[in-house]
């Protein structure tokens, strides 16, 4: 299936595709968060049969009834070895390892040399913490470094 994006100056990015119906969808992802689902006219693919507006909660308890969940659950055990290059989601305990504490703490760089390198909070992501970030019980942290890296900064985050 092809995707095609369209740049939307001053508003956002148009995504583009056509479903196997042969139903022609849209989805503006404008610059204020909120998202436009739109319906193309079968017969006039310039025209909408509707339009629904979306926002940010929305669209997220969309994806998740669509089968986003199976991609959320997967990330906790996601790793990725490529030549020697580890990657690693950990998800933080509600009490033990660094919960509570700031990276700082853990000394994982010094120690392991993985690197800590994106925080998901929640909804959020949280690129490039500072050694002074607060971890939170169910945080997702993300870990490169090489495999017997990413293997002891894991135990260190969730001791």
């Excluded at 849209?26 to 509707?50: E, H, I, N, W």
Aim: glycine letters at 14%; a negative charge; charged letters at 25%.
């Amino acid at each position: 299936m092809d995707i095609y994006e369209t740049p939307l100056p001053g508003i956002g990015v148009r995504y583009e595709f056509q479903a196997e119906s042969g139903d022609h969808v849209g989805v503006v992802v404008r610059r204020d968060g909120k998202r436009d689902f739109a319906l193309y006219d079968r017969d006039d693919p310039d025209s909408c049969s509707g339009t629904v507006e979306l926002t940010e909660g929305d669209s997220a308890k969309l994806a998740e009834l669509l089968g986003g969940t199976s991609i959320t659950a997967r990330l906790e055990s996601l790793r990725h070895n490529v030549e020697g290059l580890a990657i690693e989601w950990i998800t933080m305990p509600a009490r033990g390892g660094l919960t509570g504490q700031t990276i700082a703490d853990g000394r994982i760089r010094t120690e392991t040399s993985a690197s800590v390198v994106a925080i998901i909070r929640g909804e959020t992501g949280l690129p490039g913490p500072g050694p002074e970030f607060l971890l939170e019980a169910g945080d997702t942290v993300l870990i490169m470094g090489s495999a017997k890296a990413v293997s002891q900064a894991t135990r260190i985050l969730t001791g």
